[in-house]
């Protein structure tokens, strides 16, 4: 495996699949390399050799709301590298933030370098991400414009646990004409056994005291119960009570269109002619911020 810093060193690795991440790579990122490894032999060679493997591991600046947030988050770099090459990776591409943003990570995300960025609306829906990380999903949206047009993949995969983000990424590419060279792959979520059963895999974990990790059970406990819901009203409601009696600060506890995120009304059954709806939660445990999500209604998947 090659550790790669510049685009012109991606060059030998264009038309394969992307895994784009922060670092800090846990089980949940090398289910994410796994499954890339086994994509790739379903795409045609273009040159006689398998489909290149690519990750990226690149601490975006421009998502980060809160300096401090931004300066805590973990980076670990060989630590990542050794799991990278253990999951099937060919090459990780950390780039410095010079190489991703040559004009400055505060010139805007129009420069000569970048595509023009239009935010899609799922990114801005009512009382969900932006509405406690203003700015984020336009950080997110630039880096990511920005990695696939160095990396040059033909599929990237992302988690469902950041369900919204995934949301926001495919619609995106949509407004940018790259569905035709490009197709996003979305990824289940993984979730810790033993005594965290049921606890989304995040890099942010690291940071849950023992006393932090059994209320951060009542984030998947909250979604399971709304699974029991027979209205959307209900669903939101049980999921505030689990929330409220485990003592986490919760920021939202919704079900919304699967796709758009647009709110849905309270009286909605568990059928909607609409299509697949999702249940989502933000919430924060201790200093931490955690979120999760699952299916709900028709499609509802237990876990």
């Known amino acids: 495996m090659r550790l790669a810093q510049s685009a012109r060193e991606l060059e030998a690795f264009h038309g394969g699949v992307f895994v784009p991440t922060m670092g800090a790579l846990h089980a949940g990122h090398a289910s994410l390399i796994e499954h890339a490894a086994k994509l790739r032999r379903e ?7 398998p489909a290149p493997v690519v990750v990226s591991i690149f601490v975006n600046p421009t998502q980060f709301n809160d300096p401090k ?41 129009a420069a000569p370098h970048e595509r023009a960025l239009v935010l899609p609306n799922v990114a801005t829906m009512p009382g969900l991400e932006d509405a406690h990380r203003p700015g984020h999903f336009a ?57 965290s059963a049921g606890l989304a895999l995040s890099s942010r974990n690291v940071f849950l005291s023992p006393a932090d990790r059994i209320g951060a059970l009542s984030l998947s406990k909250a979604l399971c119960e709304a699974d029991s819901a027979a209205k959307i009203g209900e669903a939101e409601a049980a999921m505030s ?13 919704v079900v919304r269109d699967a796709q758009t995120l647009m709110p849905l009304p309270a009286g909605q059954g568990r059928i909607s002619p609409g299509g697949p709806m999702r249940a989502l939660i933000a919430a924060r445990v201790g200093r931490v911020r955690l979120i999760d999500n699952a299916p709900w209604g028709s499609a509802s998947e237990r876990f």
Do not use: H, N
């Open 43 to 49: 795409l045609p060679s273009r040159s006689g050799r």
């Open 69 to 109: 947030d931004l300066e805590r988050y973990p980076r670990t770099l060989e630590a990542d590298m050794r799991l990278c090459e253990g999951a099937g990776a060919d090459v990780v591409f950390a780039p410095s933030v010079g190489e991703i943003y040559p004009a400055g990570a505060e010139a805007p995300p």
């Open 139 to 195: 950080g997110v949206c630039r880096v990511v414009s920005r990695l696939f047009d160095l990396v040059k993949p033909r599929l990237a995969l992302f988690g469902e646990k950041d369900w919204q983000q995934l949301q926001v990424i495919r619609a995106m590419c949509a407004m940018q004409g790259r569905d035709g060279e490009l197709t996003i792959v979305p990824s289940k979520t993984v979730r810790e056994t033993g005594a």
């Open 241 to 253: 009570r689990v929330l409220s009696a485990a003592g986490v600060q919760m920021e939202y506890a």
